[in-house]
């Protein structure tokens, strides 16, 4: 289950790396696991002020807002409302080509450099020297092994909501490293 926060995160990292709204202006990102795509499309804190959210999933549901990739490209030729595209890269099919080079993509970078400095502007002072000193720590015990970004911005994201689980995401992280360097 994600933190009450991360949505809301997620929504003003995606409303800095979009900027201002054009009309007929579109954007997707294809780095989201699945679950998430769907997640912030049917949540209905996920908004971004003067662009339209949907995913682009194999069954559309317009009232939760899924669609094809047929109803994509229509947005797309119709050039209306300012768009975000949340692609289930999975599922969305060849259809999305002609959007994935046309329209503007939020890569995993971008995405994963702008939500977690948001997150930890959200952490409690006292809590930012400890949580960088864990993560750091993380980091170092997994050595050839990088923690995945998503794990870290929800790592911050719990950190920033509820200062206990700080210390049980720490010592989940390092006992999986070093499961890992006792069976290589």
């Known amino acids: 289950m994600l933190p009450d ?3 809301p995160l997620l ?18 990102v294809r780095c989201l696991p699945p679950d998430i ?4 499309a049917q949540d209905s ?6 662009w339209q959210i949907a995913a682009v999933v194999e069954l559309e549901q317009t009232d939760h807002r899924l669609i094809t990739a047929d109803r994509a490209v229509e ?9 975000l595209l949340l692609v289930d890269s999975a599922v969305a ?3 999305m080509d002609g959007i994935y080079g046309a329209a503007l ?21 006292n809590y930012k020297l400890f949580v960088k000193k864990a993560l750091t720590k993380a980091w170092r015990a997994g050595r050839q092994r990088a923690l995945v970004p998503w794990s870290v911005f929800i790592y911050l994201c719990r950190a920033a909501q ?6 049980k995401d720490c010592q989940k992280w390092l006992m999986a490293n070093r499961y890992q360097r006792q069976t290589q």
């Open 37 to 40: 795509v769907r997640t912030l």
């Open 105 to 125: 993509q939020i890569n995993r970078r971008g995405l994963f450099d702008t939500a977690p400095d948001l997150a930890r502007n959200h952490l409690p002072r």
């Open 75 to 83: 947005w797309r030729e119709d050039k209306q409302d300012a768009t």
């Open 11 to 28: 929504a003003k990292a995606f409303a800095k790396l979009l900027g201002r709204p054009t009309l007929g202006g579109m954007a997707y």
């Open 162 to 167: 509820d200062k206990a689980e700080i210390s």
């Open 5 to 7: 926060n991360v949505v």
């Open 93 to 95: 099919g060849a259809g």
């Open 45 to 50: 804190r996920f908004k971004i002020t003067g």
